[in-house]
């Protein structure tokens, strides 16, 4: 068994179970954002974390286990990214990241954001328009070090 099975596995039972990704952070209380990113392999849970999950979804002992390894991350499956929503993200790094890049530099300095030190929010937001995807991504400003 590896991290991509326990993933699929995950994913199977979430939908036959008819199990939210709120529910299972409202259990660990965690956020849905993180929790969401751990049980789709992007992050490693504890011991206790690992073993709730695996009662939730009803995993085996061997993929609690794997659930408590750290992932590779950033492992989509190519280098531009095939699915829709996944590449409007792709696309809007593509035209608004030199902004990103520019506006942050103006306002800080000489760094990153971190992906690391990192937090995020997503939400419906209603529109008469029609509903808006709502994400605030908050990630510590790391300056690069002068040596």
């Known amino acids: 068994m590896n991290r991509i099975e326990v993933t ?3 994913v199977a039972a979430k939908i036959q179970r008819g199990i939210k990704w709120a529910d299972v952070a409202k259990e660990l209380a965690l956020s849905k954002e993180w929790v969401t990113a751990a049980c789709l392999g992007q992050m490693s849970f504890d011991d206790e974390q690992a073993a709730t999950v695996g009662r939730i979804f009803g995993l085996p002992a061997e993929a609690v286990a794997l659930l408590q390894v750290v ?7 190519t280098a531009v990214p095939s699915d829709p929503l996944i590449y409007r993200f792709y696309e809007l790094i ?3 990241g030199t902004t990103f890049k520019e506006l942050i530099h103006e ?5 990153i954001m971190s992906a ?3 937090n995020m929010k997503l939400e419906r937001e209603p529109s008469a328009a029609g509903d808006r995807v709502h994400i605030v991504m908050s990630g510590k400003f790391l300056p690069y070090k002068k040596y």
């Open 8 to 10: 699929e596995m995950i």
């Open 71 to 77: 992932p590779y991350k950033g492992s989509l499956p």
């Open 94 to 96: 593509n035209v608004y």
């Open 107 to 111: 306002e800080f300095g000489d760094g």
């Open 116 to 118: 690391i030190d990192f």
